[in-house]
């Protein structure tokens, strides 16, 4: 999984008018999928009902790759509720357990 900024599943959508959110998708489940979660083709976004359906397969992968630490309940309605701010909140979670060395740097005083 790529470490990513948060600010781009939150901010980017409106400056592409919902288009990053797809492709923020995209990309996460074919990372995901690398990891071995089995989240069906992302086509299923663009279908009525079948759209609900493959988001609670992406949350269920979302609680594999971060083994726990996000539930796929929790995933699920921050998504489908809060839209990109929910999707922000899942990058944050990705983020950390893919965080690289210079991230996880301590300050001593």
Partial sequence: M???SIAAPLLLPLVTFGIYS???SVK???EM???GTGIPTAWLLIVPIANIVWLWKYSVGVEVFTRRGMGRHAAFWLMLLLGTIGS???Q???NRKVAPAS???SVSA
């Fill in 28 to 30: 996460t489940k074919n």
């Fill in 22 to 24: 797809l492709v923020w």
């Fill in 33 to 35: 999928n690398n990891y």
């Fill in 103 to 105: 991230v996880n740097v």
């Fill in 2 to 4: 790529k470490y990513r």
């Fill in 92 to 94: 944050h979670e990705f």
């Fill in 88 to 90: 922000a909140i899942v």
